[in-house]
């Protein structure tokens, strides 16, 4: 058994201790103000063999309260599917905790969509495999026991139909005949399955464009190991909406919501465990998008120059990927207008982004396209982004200080046609609200569990 001493820097504003207690520092683009780090306090943690076994599962379980509240489950859902990723390899003593974190949070969101893509590329299956073969046979369908894969299936009744059927599906997936004359029959019926199974990938990446996040949970157990957790919800809905920002397109009115702003978290602890993006409705009816994006950096230095340049450099790094996951809401709806069965294109161009003979969905191929998609995207289709609102914190976990960005930007459609019919159009930053302060804790270390902004009402979707 192992020692380790945590000296906390309690602030106003700090739930009992179990989160890294923090200081509120600044607000707005330009403000910037020293914090004096008062309430300093020595906490003992026992650490033994960094178990995190009993974290993760209170996060679980966390989640597991929070489908019980609004009578879901994780799953389909009449059409929304929920699903939810935990990542519990942190601890509070972590060098580098605080950025550990971020990338936790991005692995347990990119492990949930994974899950969801296994989900849709399941139905997708059997929704391409079902129209071919009733293109191919004038109307007749089949019906795959529940267990066995549509895609066996298919092509168990392609090859009962003989040549001329397989040489018909070639064809209607865009390969000249010319390309698979001297072909062999096991190697046309080769092709014809990579090329349906890039379809599946294609249009499940396609569908990937309808996920939101709906909850972020975060904490630790009383040994001081941490763990995060990412709900997301997908729905036909919020594909529509994704496709409607994608082409500029003015998004469904729903019900009337409230300001961007009012949806942002009230308290510190709210703040720092706020990450991703939420899809919420605004005051004007219309579905918007909040991301909220971190980074911190170590206060390990004494040179004010290097350290303004951090600084800068951190709150940057934040407003980026506050915008980065808005972003990411709409990118993969960009890989469905490249993907066409028609006409004469050739059915090796049908995927460009999916690397070597990948056909399965998994999350680093949904990494790989997003990260490409970003690129040709941010910049130029998504007007109308803005900072809300940002925020600074200083952070004391075991000695080691921390300064931590998060800000919080917005997409509207409002914005966005503000935004369009202005020359050089930058965002305006708006006046943070001030957080409401309590008194400082004193009590001992334990487990505690913390909660990001729920602004998505799940039955809007």
Avoid: C
């Amino acid at each position: 058994m192992r020692k380790k001493l945590l000296s906390l820097a309690l602030f106003a504003g700090a739930f009992a201790v179990g989160f890294p207690s923090f200081s509120q520092e600044s607000g707005g683009k330009a403000k910037e103000q020293q914090v004096k780090e008062e309430n300093q306090i020595s906490i003992e943690i026992e650490a033994v063999d960094q178990d995190d076994t009993q974290v993760k599962a209170t996060i679980e379980k966390k989640i597991e309260d929070y489908f019980r509240r609004l009578g879901i489950h994780r799953g389909n859902n009449g059409g929304r599917y929920f699903e939810y990723a935990v990542v519990s390899d942190l601890h509070l003593t972590d060098p580098n905790f605080y950025r550990e974190k971020i990338t936790a949070y991005e692995k347990a969101y990119m492990d949930a969509l994974e899950r969801i893509a296994k989900f849709l590329g399941t139905k997708i299956e059997s929704e391409v495999t079902r129209e071919l073969y009733a293109d191919l046979t004038g109307g007749q369908g089949f019906n795959p026991e529940p267990k066995e894969s549509p895609i066996k299936v298919f092509f168990r009744k392609i090859v009962a139909l003989g040549d001329a059927a397989l040489n018909k599906l070639l064809e209607k997936l865009g390969v000249d005949p010319s390309q698979f004359g001297k072909l062999t029959f096991e190697e046309r019926k080769k092709l014809a399955e990579d090329l349906i199974r890039r379809q599946i990938a294609v249009k499940t990446l396609a569908e990937l464009s309808g996920v939101t996040i709906v909850k972020t949970v975060e904490g630790s157990d009383k040994n001081g190991n941490y763990a995060v957790g990412v709900i997301v919800m997908y729905s036909p809905r919020l594909k529509q909406f994704a496709y409607d920002i994608a082409h500029g397109k003015a998004p469904a009115l729903r019900k009337k919501g409230k300001p961007l702003e009012d949806y942002l978290p009230k308290t510190p602890a709210g703040w720092l465990s706020a990450w991703g993006s939420r899809v919420v409705i605004d005051e004007d009816g219309y579905p918007a998008i909040i991301g909220y994006g971190q980074w911190a950096i170590p206060l390990d230095t004494n040179n004010k120059t290097f350290l303004n340049i951090a600084k800068q450099s951190a709150r940057e790094k934040a407003e980026m990927n506050a915008r980065a996951y808005i972003a990411d809401f709409v990118n993969s709806q960009f890989t469905l207008e490249e993907f066409s069965v028609s006409g004469n294109e050739k059915a090796t161009e049908l995927v460009k982004e999916i690397p070597g003979n990948t056909y399965e969905v998994n999350k680093n191929v949904i990494q790989d396209i997003l990260n490409k998609k970003a690129k040709k995207v941010t910049k130029a289709n998504l007007v109308g982004v803005e900072i809300l609102a940002e925020k600074s914190f200083r952070i004391n976990i075991g000695g080691k200080k921390y300064l931590v960005y998060v800000v919080a930007a917005g997409w509207s459609y409002k914005n966005y046609l503000t935004a369009k019919g202005m020359k050089n159009w930058k965002p305006s930053y708006k006046e943070e609200k001030k957080v409401e302060e309590t008194k400082p804790s004193k009590e001992s270390y334990k487990e505690q569990v913390f909660e990001g902004p729920e602004t998505t009402d799940i039955y809007d979707w």
